[in-house]
């Protein structure tokens, strides 16, 4: 069975200081990895994915991802934390050939001006 | 493109009382599926379909049902309400399984009682 951990309930950065959020992730085969966001009262919204290739993905408002195949990890990270990226941020693995997408519990992050 | 719309946002059950969560996407996505949202939880697949006429489950059925006789529509059916399923449900799409962008809907919150 494939699964998603996110070990940090939350997150808390001052804006303009980089930000990582954490992932890691089990699944049988390569994994096909992915980063959305999620503003209050709103659907989820797709940010980046790692499918195959360059381990650093780069994704939407200046955020990125980095694949570690030995460390089984998809942390995602931004440079310059702003306000406005105060949300809760979900992984979510799926395998080559399944059709389901398994999404970690979640991580809220708090940017404080 | 209004994009994959929820109908209602808001829905309040009796236990044992049955309803249907629409959802209806306007992009000619073939894959379409639900999600719940619980705290700490993460998102669960609940049923996903592959196309119209093919529907199979998630992680979490049990207590829904499904069908998809058009591409456009995927209503999700609770047959009797209990308060476990007391939960934000969301309804998602995209081009096919092998898609690596979900789209999401605005979501609804069912809450029984």
């Known amino acids: 069975a494939q699964s998603v951990a996110q070990p940090e309930d939350q997150v808390n950065v001052a804006e303009g200081n980089p930000l990582t959020v954490k992932c890691t992730y089990s699944?049988?085969?390569?994994?096909?990895l992915f980063w959305y966001v999620q503003y209050p009262n709103r659907g989820l919204q797709f940010l980046l994915k790692?499918?195959?290739?360059?381990?650093l993905v780069k994704g939407s408002y200046g955020f990125e991802a980095e694949f570690n195949k030995s460390q089984t990890s998809f942390h995602l990270k931004k440079p310059s934390a702003l306000v406005s990226d105060s949300a809760l941020y979900f992984c979510?693995?799926?395998?080559?050939?399944?059709?389901?997408?398994?999404f970690g519990g979640g991580t809220r992050l708090m940017v404080k001006p | 493109n209004a994009g994959v719309t929820q109908t209602p946002k808001f829905q309040v059950l009796k236990t044992g009382q049955s309803m249907t969560l629409q959802c209806a996407q306007d992009m000619n996505h073939e894959y379409m599926s639900w999600y719940r949202q619980d705290p700490g939880m993460g998102l669960r697949l609940i049923h996903y379909s592959v196309g119209a006429g093919i529907t199979d489950q998630g992680e979490v059925p049990n207590g829904y049902n499904v069908s998809r006789s058009t591409t456009e529509d995927f209503p999700l059916r609770l047959l009797s309400a209990a308060p476990s399923q007391t939960s934000v449900y969301f309804c998602?799409?995209?081009?096919?399984?092998?898609?690596?962008?979900?789209?999401f809907g605005p979501g609804t919150r069912l809450t029984v009682t």
């Open positions: 998602a799409s995209s081009w096919d399984r092998d898609s690596y962008e979900q789209y």
């Open positions: 979510a693995v799926r395998g080559p050939t399944g059709n389901m997408l398994t």
């Open positions: 790692y499918i195959t290739g360059d381990n």
């Open positions: 699944v049988s085969g390569n994994p096909y």
